[in-house]
């Protein structure tokens, strides 16, 4: 029996080593080591864990990143079912792990500005973040706590509510055309034309108020709005504007418990809405048309990353995760100035020292 027990153990290790998840010294998980005490009583090894997340060097991280976020990635849609991602998933991270995954979450962060700052300077592509989830996934906190190290002035945030009356006179995806990313610059769409192929399907009446011609509207209209989105976002690749999409999938359990938070505390009561509830009652509505999208338009250039949302800590790394690897495959680098250049700055360096 205890053979058995321990030829399963080393199965379920190799599977962690498989997905890429950093270990601590002694073969546990960096994050996700649910131990409060180790053999001898004595405080966890959770100091030893931060110390080291803490000396892994940038590319040993960048190189850790990718690899973590391989397991959430789709790139292509053709074979993906919804029911085969578990919301729940946190590779064993428990309340006892909380410092390890901030201190893992800082130095991604680091990482990522590290990064953006590179994009910035080189100023040859564009990075478009686009964040799609059922109601209290944690889609904000996810952009707050990810984006967090990010200069300002080479990001921008774009949340899309209900569209506008001038915003109906156009086609579904002018008003997001409006706010792509510069080159240099990262885009975070908070909610995106993709409520056209979710909401919209879900209430097709809504249809009615896109002021399309009749004949339009026929029962393709969904197949042929995910092909114009996979289209347009094959056009963004070929013009080196990179789309990175994540759909942060919390449980419907989950996403009860984070209502009654929000109902319950008088702080929170404003982040809270009548139409949010009444969305709910279309929980599997609105996941066979969230299966249906990320089928169409998971692409080897615009990936879906289905997020395990249940736990906030946990999907933020990952969110993290995806983003440096996302960025690192761009090979940035910082312009190299010309020989003529570097002697002006040779000369007034001269200068600047021979000043009292």
Request: hydrophobic letters at 35%.
């Amino acid at each position: 029996m205890k053979e058995k027990k321990s030829k399963k153990k080393d199965k379920k290790e190799r599977k962690k080593e498989k997905r890429g998840i950093p270990e601590s010294g002694n073969g546990n998980l960096a994050i996700g080591n649910r131990n409060p005490k180790n053999g001898n009583g004595n405080p966890s090894a959770e100091s030893a864990i931060l110390e080291e997340i803490a000396s892994l060097g940038k590319k040993e991280l960048i190189k850790k990143a990718k690899k973590f976020s391989e397991k959430f990635c789709v790139s292509d849609g053709k074979e993906f079912q919804l029911k085969d991602m578990d919301p729940e998933d946190d590779e064993g991270m428990g309340p006892g792990d909380k410092a390890a995954a901030k201190k893992a979450l800082q130095m991604g962060v680091s990482a990522l500005a590290a990064l953006q700052d590179m994009l910035y300077a080189q100023d040859r592509w564009g990075v478009l973040l686009i964040f799609q989830a059922m109601d209290a996934a944690g889609k904000d906190g996810a952009i707050k706590h990810a984006m967090s190290g990010i200069n300002p002035q080479g990001c921008q945030v774009n949340s899309f509510k209900a569209p506008s009356s001038e915003e109906l006179d156009h086609d579904f995806l002018w008003r997001c055309m409006k706010q792509l990313p510069e080159r240099g610059r990262i885009g975070i769409f908070n909610r995106s034309y993709y409520e056209e192929v979710l909401v919209v399907r879900v209430h097709e009446q809504l249809l009615k108020s896109q002021k399309m011609p009749e004949e339009l509207i026929t029962k393709d209209i969904w197949e042929e709005r995910l092909q114009d989105i996979r289209n347009f976002e094959k056009y963004l690749n070929r013009n080196g504007i990179i789309v990175c999409k994540f759909f942060l999938n919390v449980s419907a359990k989950e996403q009860k418990k984070r209502f009654l938070d929000r109902i319950n505390d008088p702080d929170k009561n404003w982040k809270f809405s009548i139409s949010d509830a009444k969305e709910r009652k279309h929980w599997d509505e609105y996941m066979h048309a969230y299966e249906e999208l990320i089928k169409h338009t998971a692409t080897k250039h615009s990936p879906w990353y289905v997020v395990p949302a249940d736990n906030k800590a946990f999907s933020r790394i990952v969110v993290a995760s995806a983003i440096i690897k996302t960025l690192d495959s761009l090979n940035l680098e910082y312009p190299k100035v010309s020989d003529e250049k570097r002697m002006e700055l040779e000369k007034v360096k001269e200068e600047l020292l021979a000043e009292e």
